[in-house]
């Protein structure tokens, strides 16, 4: 199975990216590939619409993110992680987002095969439902290009960026991930 991680934190070594790896540790087994949208050079969406005009997933950019949408192209399951700042997503992981529309036709239908995804969030914010209707909100966009959200995953109180150290139901969680949920949506 080919799985593709998004990393969307400026921080390296941060929650998310601590999240995404006690999550990926039950698929050792598999083809893992894990980007860091902070680390690479690119820019947001230009409009030029040049994907519009075939079901190619290649941009008109040809930046740092192309082998990320290839990737993400001919995944089995994605991971996008991005630590809440200012009740969003991060701006790296926005850029992401919006260079989505490479995998829209003109009629916006998707380009890609349907992609189960998961979402992991980390905020300083303790209530888990302060930011749900974003949430949902980010599911139906992803929704749009096929990225089927089958699990959001949020740990709270992450004001720091260590915070996961302590909070055992998430680690636990992320780390039988597999085992628990992966029969229900691969099976």
């Known amino acids: 199975m080919k799985i593709t991680a998004v990393l969307g934190s400026p921080i390296r ?9 006690l999550f990926l540790s039950g698929f050792s ?6 980007f860091n949208i902070n680390e690479l050079n690119c820019k947001g969406c230009q409009a030029c619409d040049e994907c519009e005009k075939s079901d190619s997933v290649i941009c008109a950019l040809h930046d740092d993110l192309q082998p990320v949408l290839d990737r993400v192209a001919v ?9 809440i700042y200012m009740d969003q997503v991060t701006a790296q992981m926005r850029i992401f987002q919006d260079r989505l529309n490479v995998f829209l ?3 916006f239908s998707s380009k890609l095969k349907n992609i ?3 979402l992991i969030y980390s ?3 303790e209530d888990t439902k302060i930011y749900a209707d974003y949430f949902n909100t980010l599911k ?5 290009f096929n990225m089927d959200v089958i699990d959001t ?8 960026h260590n915070e996961l150290k302590d909070d055992l139901y998430i680690k636990n969680y992320l780390k039988d991930w597999k085992e628990n949920k992966y029969a229900t949506h691969f099976s």
């Not at 070594?13 to 790896?21: A, F, P, Q, T």
């Not at 087994?29 to 894990?34: E, K, S, V």
Request: aromatic share 2%; hydrophobic share 40%; glycine share 4%.
């Open 123 to 125: 905020q300083a914010i």
């Open 116 to 118: 189960p995804t998961v």
């Open 29 to 34: 087994n598999d083809d893992i590939c894990i």
């Open 153 to 160: 995953i949020i740990l709270t109180n992450a004001g720091a």
């Open 105 to 107: 036709r003109k009629d």
């Open 75 to 83: 995944s089995d399951l994605l991971i996008l992680a991005s630590p």
């Open 13 to 21: 070594n941060g929650n998310s990216e601590k999240m995404v790896d």
């Open 140 to 144: 139906k966009v992803y929704k749009k």
